[in-house]
């Protein structure tokens, strides 16, 4: 078998599940009994390719697990996200909105520019032994906030911000062809050829109003309100051909299309205190309210075998359905986070902030199950999303090297949610990510401009694809279990450009 060949075609797959496994395996566990040796191994071959093509991969970069990946803000991303009890610019409507309430002079300012290189590394996925690797690089959307100052509001602040929370965009399509493959174990196989497409592009933006109000004392309290916008697309289409040296043929087929979009209202309560050294924040972070989405789904799969059982021909699989109009609902989950931050001088201040998430369990897409045409088990193909409850922690430190230098450096955990050993559909990266970072800021007049660097990791163990889908250990091809690591490295080029006070509004 060439290594090339399916290098490339397993390098490229990875996260979403088969929609269904029970139909392939029922036809599988059939024809496992029912033929003889050699057919059994062709079939086996074949099957197994498909359910390695369809399990064993997704686009690297996309973390779909973890809720820290993204920080917001210049200083945020340089104190790894501890801002909960300390930010002191804009990105309070994000991390904590009261301490909006806190700010001295009414400001506004792009965030800059963020950089990411990917890259991901599979150990054993799916013969022991091989190592695939796949990379990266791409442009982060900024934040970008503003505050107005309305005469009628008083001592109260309003401001408006716009993010992109979440987002990727990937297509793949790939080709293999094994000609008389030679591995122990599959014999008299003279073809299996196969076609992989993939792709997927997920956008979620957050856009909202922050109020905020001084309460006496050192004390803020803050309200934002975002309205969420999801929009996802992903088709994954599998083809595969098996050709005996007897000349029997059989061919697979599994299409999976679906989109959804989800408006929701998302509310954030926040309450600071700070004096002269310490600062105290807490933060409660809502579900949402959800206003309108809607999805449409097509899925279709066939199996179509010359193989002859000792009974006669093995009968078609075919299963098509499709529907639109679906109502789609998106939520993320119930989140309570803290923060403090103490000055041990005039020029160093340390920092922290954890956040806890509670589970989230939902159904994006119900869709009524359907029995396939040709007969069997009824297939439920709605779209589910499955998270367990995590604790994030971030620790950050800085020091005021002058009046115009300020230097950063932070640690923060990046847990993943997702369900193991096999996330749902939805989730792949099971991983836990660490990440460190380090840079500085330079102020020019009354503009920021900051460098900095952050480099991100995480490694975790999952079984093969092809584990627990009564296949067999394919006499000792397959692995059992595979590794991943992700590291990531991120470049900030930022700057905070801020609105003199009498350009404000009132």
């Known amino acids: 078998m060439p290594d090339s060949n399916g290098s490339r075609i397993i390098a490229r797959l990875s996260k979403f599940r088969l929609w269904k496994l029970d139909s392939f395996g029922a036809v599988w566990r059939r024809i496992n009994l029912e033929c003889t040796p050699v057919r059994r191994r062709l079939l086996s071959c074949a099957l197994s390719a498909v359910f390695a093509v369809t399990l064993a991969a997704g686009p690297v970069g996309a973390q779909d697990a973890q809720y820290w990946t993204n920080d917001y803000g210049n200083r945020a991303r ?28 009414p400001e506004a300012f792009l965030s800059g520019f963020v950089f990411n290189y990917d890259h991901l590394r599979a150990e054993n996925s799916i013969t022991p ?32 911000s716009f993010m992109n929370r979440h987002g990727f965009d990937i297509r793949l399509k790939e080709e293999v062809i094994y000609e008389n493959p030679d591995l122990p174990g599959l014999p008299d196989v003279e073809l299996l050829a196969g076609n992989l497409g993939f792709e997927t592009k ?11 109000k001084p309460l006496g004392n050192g004390l803020g309290l803050g309200v934002s309100t975002f309205v969420s ?19 029997e043929a059989t061919v697979v087929n599994s299409l999976r299309d679906y989109r959804y979009d989800s408006w929701r209202v998302l509310p954030k309560v926040g309450l600071s205190w700070e004096d002269e050294r310490v600062s105290l924040g807490i933060a409660v972070t809502a579900p949402g309210i959800r206003l309108f989405g809607s999805g449409d789904e097509t899925v279709s799969q066939y199996v179509v075998s010359q193989v002859e059982s000792p009974t006669g021909p093995i009968p078609p699989e075919l299963a098509v359905h499709y529907e639109e109009g679906i109502p789609a609902k998106f939520n993320s989950p119930w989140s309570v986070a803290a923060g403090a931050a103490y000055g041990f001088s005039e020029n160093t201040r340390a920092h922290a902030s954890l956040e806890w998430f509670d589970a989230n369990r939902r159904t994006i897409l119900a869709v009524e199950p359907f029995t396939p045409q040709t007969g069997g088990e009824s297939i439920d193909p709605s779209v589910y999303l499955e998270m367990k ?10 020091h005021q090297f002058d009046e115009n230098l300020t230097g950063y450096g932070s640690f923060r955990t990046d847990f993943s949610g997702a369900e193991s050993p096999i996330p749902t559909e939805t989730t792949f990266a099971i991983w836990d990510l660490y990440h460190i970072g380090a840079g500085v800021q330079a102020n020019v007049k009354r503009s920021d401009f900051t460098l900095g660097l952050v480099y991100s990791r995480g490694s975790a163990t999952r079984p093969s694809p092809l584990t627990g889908l009564g296949f067999g250990d394919g006499q000792g091809i397959l692995s059992s279990e595979t590794g991943y690591t992700f590291s990531r490295i991120t470049l900030l080029l930022g700057f905070q450009l801020a609105f003199a006070p009498d350009l404000s509004i009132g």
């Not at 991390?95 to 002079?105: D, F, I, Q, V």
């Open 78 to 105: 340089l104190l790894g996200g501890a801002m909960v009890g300390s930010a002191s610019d804009l990105s309070a409507v994000y991390y904590n909105p009261g301490r909006l309430a806190l700010l001295e002079e």
């Open 129 to 160: 032994g091989d190592e695939l690797t796949s990379s990266r690089f791409d442009a982060v959307a900024a934040l970008i906030a503003g505050e107005l100052r309305l005469g009628f509001l008083g001592d109260s602040h309003l401001a408006y």
């Open 202 to 212: 997920l956008s979620e933006y957050w856009a909202g109003l922050t109020w905020a």
């Open 229 to 247: 916008v999801r929009n996802q697309r992903s088709r994954r289409n599998v083809d595969l051909q098996g050709l005996s040296n007897e000349g």
């Open 389 to 398: 409850p995590v604790m994030n922690v971030a620790l950050g430190a800085e």
